[in-house]
């Protein structure tokens, strides 16, 4: 049984593979850490930048992807002529 959260349409987010939000932020936040913390040797600080800079685009799309079912559900409920 998978616990995984539950994804948007492909067109919510870039990459059919990418984490739930709530992981993709987790991940990111744990790269934030990592790369703060300054004992990560910089091939590897590399590989996290990259990674992070693909986790913070990805939660960006996800975002960008509910604000746009939010407002076609509010401008959808409005009376006709308004």
Do not use: N
């Amino acid at each position: 049984m998978s616990t995984a959260t539950t994804s948007p349409t492909s067109d919510d987010h870039p990459a059919d593979d990418f984490p739930g939000y709530e992981q993709a932020v987790a991940e990111l936040t744990d790269i934030v850490r990592q790369l703060e913390s300054g004992d990560v040797p910089l091939s590897s600080a590399m590989d996290l930048w990259e990674r992070g800079e693909k986790l913070a685009a990805g939660c960006t799309a996800w975002l960008d992807g509910a604000s746009a079912r939010i407002e076609a559900a509010k401008q959808a409920s409005e009376p006709s002529g308004q």
